[in-house]
């Protein structure tokens, strides 16, 4: 199945206005009837992928016309006609959306069927829309139908968000598809970026403050029966630790996570809900600092027993006036933070990386760890987002040298990676897909806008069923529409209030020629500019140009603009 036109009758902006989206036909739609007879498309092109482009400027209706298609699939208010058509049956199927339909001509008139019911149509047929908007505002793409689920309707946009879970849910999409897609590892090695890990120790002043609200608090020393100095040397055997840790030893990563994260597990552990908040205070600075004893004691191997924090625990309890928890509880999810630690010390250690310290404004000890394989970086942060996030704030990551325009191209081929790849839509890749790319040229440099069509094919190619596959690509860059032939480029424009399409440049024609016939634009100058020229212009035919004006002019650097400035002075 593919979309082969788009009649609106009315929708927003958009009034009595046809598109030709699929180039191997050309239909008219006036009045109620609708003619469809051969076109001329040229699939090798683009390597047989099904592929078109919308284009003009701001408020000319692009969006509008994507918000069209979504629309078809609910009952609207909208108007207008769809023509698909099934390669399989070879069938056009005509779908009327509150509009009449009156007669069929041409020369494919008798291979036509009218639909009465088009959502039900499209879910008989299973014809899924997947939209990719490169504009995200405020945590949420933009789009319409928010509140209308429908399974043939797929958001692939990468939100913008704060949230934790959506970073990690981005990410994860990210490192899947570095990790498993057959065109990065077959055709596309240059596309590697570096990612890097710092494992900081937890904040200075959250032992600090402790220790400090412990020194002017009487009641809490009275209830503690701790003596200050003890608590003291407990923070400074601490800082002494990470001072002079040594990584000489296979689980040395192990050991540097447990107790450079110290303050944040006692916190942590001290921050269920079981714990009553006036016993919080107390516990944290109690079991802070017997860690650190049976530390100096006995060593890293004795305080990941169970049976030292269960004696920990009580002993909190029974000598230093705290009335306790469970001990067993406590015990279970420091147990649970520790296998994690260890899991992370492991993977680390399986490849032998080599890692490189730094040291915070403290003078503590920073380990950082960086790679390009896609399979280590989504194991370890998979294991990083396990912990209570107390503890995983002192784990960062993200990409290296990887610019925002970068990341948002690799983003939108992931998450079409991810769309039918992941065990949700297992069955996506065999089923009709429309995918809708508004805005892609947004965020990307020039260069990367050159190859961004050539890219996409390629990607479609190696990972997409492409006789199940067809794609609309909506853009403001005359780089980009280059690419495409001009048949397969709908251009809109507004003239005396009413929006148009109209043919457009393509294939074969210089960009400057795209920016202004192509695009619409009224000069390939910046209006700024643009008006200072003019004025120079008109000054020099009146031979009224003084030194200023000359010395603005030789910053020109066209000669020919230039000559034609100073002609008359020269002349």
């Known amino acids: 199945m593919e979309l082969v036109f788009v009649h609106i009758a009315e929708h927003k902006i958009l009034k009595n206005i046809s598109f030709d989206i699929n180039s191997r036909f050309k239909c008219h739609f006036n ?49 207008g006609v769809l023509v698909w058509f099934s390669r ?33 149509f499209y879910k008989k047929h299973n014809i899924h829309q997947m939209l990719v908007d490169n504009i995200a505002i405020g945590g949420s793409a933009r789009s319409i139908n928010k509140r209308r689920k429908n399974r043939l309707i797929h958001n692939l946009t990468p939100l913008v968000s704060s949230s934790k879970s959506a970073q990690k849910s ?52 009275s209830r503690m029966k701790v003596d200050e100095d003890r608590i003291t040397d407990s923070v400074n055997r601490w800082k002494e630790l990470l001072m002079n840790f040594d990584f000489n030893r296979r689980e040395g990563m192990f050991n540097y996570l447990l107790i450079a994260n110290l303050p944040s597990i006692v916190n942590y552990l001290c921050s269920i809900s079981i714990i009553k908040k006036t016993d919080k205070k107390p516990l944290s600075l109690i079991l802070f600092m017997l860690f650190l004893e049976e530390l100096s004691q006995n060593g890293f191997d004795s305080i990941i027993t169970p049976s030292f924090y269960n004696n920990a625990t009580k002993l909190a309890g029974v000598t230093y ?119 892609a040229d947004l965020y990307l440099h020039p260069e990367w806008q050159r190859t961004f069509i050539s890219e996409l094919i390629e990607f479609l190619s190696h990972e997409f069923n492409k006789d199940n596959l067809q794609v609309i690509v909506s853009t403001h860059s005359p780089i980009i529409i280059s690419d495409f032939l001009s048949d397969d480029i709908i251009s809109l424009n507004k003239e005396h209030g009413r929006v148009k399409a109209a043919k457009s440049l393509g294939f074969g024609t210089q960009i400057s020629d795209l ?27 009146a031979s009224e140009l003084n030194a200023e004006d000359m010395a603005l002019i030789k910053t020109i650097n066209n000669e020919n603009i230039e000559q034609m400035i100073t002609g008359n002075i020269y002349d």
């Open 321 to 439: 006036g705290h009335p306790g928890a469970d001990p067993e509880i406590l015990a279970m999810h420091f147990q649970r933070v520790t296998e994690v630690f260890y899991d992370i010390g492991s993977e680390i250690s399986s490849i032998n990386m080599e890692h490189q310290k730094s040291y915070s404004t403290q003078g503590l000890e920073v380990i950082n760890y960086s790679s390009t394989d896609a399979s280590f970086i989504l194991h370890l942060a998979n294991l990083i987002s396990k912990l209570p996030n107390l503890i995983s704030n002192n784990m960062t990551y993200g990409w290296i040298g990887i610019s925002s325009g970068e990341l948002a191209k690799i983003r939108l081929f992931a998450e079409l990676y991810y769309s039918i790849n992941n065990k949700k839509n297992k069955d996506l890749n065999e089923q009709y897909k429309l995918i809708v790319i508004d805005e």
């Open 170 to 221: 981005n990410l994860m999409k990210l490192l899947y598809f570095f990790d498993s897609s057959r065109w990065l590892k077959s055709d596309r090695k240059d596309i590697r970026v570096k990612f890097d890990f710092e494992f900081k120790h937890s904040a200075l002043t959250s032992i600090e403050n402790l220790l400090n609200t412990f020194k002017t608090d009487e009641k809490l020393k």
């Open 88 to 120: 399989l049956d070879e069938t056009f199927y005509i779908c009327p959306i509150n509009c009449h339909l009156n007669t069929i001509t041409g020369s494919f008139s008798e291979n036509c069927k009218t639909i009465d019911d088009v959502p039900s």
């Open 515 to 541: 920016y202004l016939s192509g695009m619409h634009l009224k000069s390939t100058f910046g209006e700024h500019s643009k008006k200072a020229l003019t004025m120079l212009l008109e000054k020099g035919k």
């Open 31 to 79: 009045n109620g009837e609708l003619s469809i007879t051969t076109g001329d498309r040229l699939d090798n092109y683009y390597n047989d992928i099904l592929i078109s482009a919308v284009i003009g400027k701001n408020g000319v209706g692009k969006t509008s016309f994507f918000e069209f298609l979504q629309e078809s699939y609910y009952l609207s208010e909208s108007s």
